[in-house]
């Protein structure tokens, strides 16, 4: 049999990975109907809404849907008649880290892949290429194969590929029109084969032949996994550099310049921070850790356990540098936090540093502005609660102010914290921010985002992650 034309895609999951990867899809291939679904109304209703005043920030991405909607991009709750009009499937539905049970803080809980795959066996008619999106640990396709062909009608064949998404939260659009490349993984027999073939000739409308990778299921599992526990390993080592340089009078961003210039290492992904965020450097490194550990490859685990206990220690540090300059005690004192979101140009705030230097200010009795110009209130105020679960919402609410403006946010301060690298940062009136703010005025940088020198020039105290002063 030759490999199916692919004619109808459903995409469980309308969020920040599903919906703009099958809205490029759709952009890309006219004559090809796609239809995202999920089980959330007011998610769907968001993406349908007139205004275009999509769920999800991401430059780019209303143009593209725009483009497509309607024509041959749909969004909607009906997920059982999307699986069952479609040929292939994606399932690109959320994977958190389990909360309790067996692996509770490091397994992945596949409860939503499971719950959507048993979906699609219950009410398919007909056969599927059934794709797993979502960052799943290895041989998560395995279960979802054997929970297909247990539960499918007589003449319902199911193949599964995984095919892990590399984007970036921010950049998604451009990551997914120009991808560095796209890993297919399949079973390595003729039907198996046939299926990874349908699915890269989709991807063909648009990606040049040799950025698509195929291999085998476990391998394209494993990737994904892998890539991302070595792009945090680069965070966490510049991270854990950037310590040093505080303590010696080194500069980090001259460092790693100098040592990016090594071809072998290369320049990207070597910016010290305050600490990784994002739904999938730290979920993904602990779903590594707990598959090594069932493995019995301990040493393996706590090699990879080490990059998230160095971010952990990053965002701990960093909250310790703003106590201890602010005269070892910010009770009572006020501070401004600028970035909420775990990195500019979302507003996604999973996993953010800025919720935990926000908890550490809190614990001191600090009061706390926040200003993030893209992350909602209502986020914020989940989050922090979340953040801080003995605490009730109220008790919160009497420290923690939100603005609507950076200069707003930075009025009668003694402290400002730079969280996120929004582009709107390096636009500061510094001179206003310094006239209306307490003296001394304090800047901490944990994007390494400021000019330091023209800041001191107004009277700023100003500490720069990663630069030291005593030389
Ligand atoms: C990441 C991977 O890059 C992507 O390939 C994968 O599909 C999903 O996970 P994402 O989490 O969206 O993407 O954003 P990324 O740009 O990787 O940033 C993650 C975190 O690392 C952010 O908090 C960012 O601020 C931080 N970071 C990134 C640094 O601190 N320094 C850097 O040099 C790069
Ligand atoms: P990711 O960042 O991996 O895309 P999100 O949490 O942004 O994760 O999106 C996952 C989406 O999947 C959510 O909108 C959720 O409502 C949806 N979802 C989860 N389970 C199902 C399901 N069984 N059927 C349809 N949608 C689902």
Redesign the pocket.
Known sequence: MPPVQVSKICC????????PTCAVIAFKCPHISVTI????QA?IDAWNSSDFKL??YEPGLVDVVKHARGRNLFFSTD?DKAIQEADLIFV?????TKKSGVGAGFAADLN??E??TR?IAAVAHSSKIVVE???VPCRTAESMRTILEANSRPGCRFDILSNPEFLAEGTAIEDLLAPDRVLIGSLQTPDGLNACESLANVYANWVPKERVLTVGLWSSELSKLAANAMLAQRISSINALSAICEATGANIDEVAHAIGFDSRIGPKFLRASVGFGG??FQKDILNLVYLSESLHLPQVAAYWRQVVEMNEYQKSRFSKTVVDTLFNTITGKHIAVLGFAFKADTG?T?ESPAISLVRDFLSERAYVTIYDPQVEEAQIWLDLSEACPLVPLETIKKQVTIASSALDACKNMEAVVIATEWKEFREINWDSVYKNMNKPAFVFDGRMLVDADALRAIGFKVKVIGRGERV
């Open positions: 469980i999951g309308a969020g920040y990975v599903g919906g679904v999920d089980l959330n998610r769920p999800i997920v690109s539905v959320n994977t958190p939503y892949v719950l959507a979906r999106k979502s960052t739904s999938c996604d999973r």
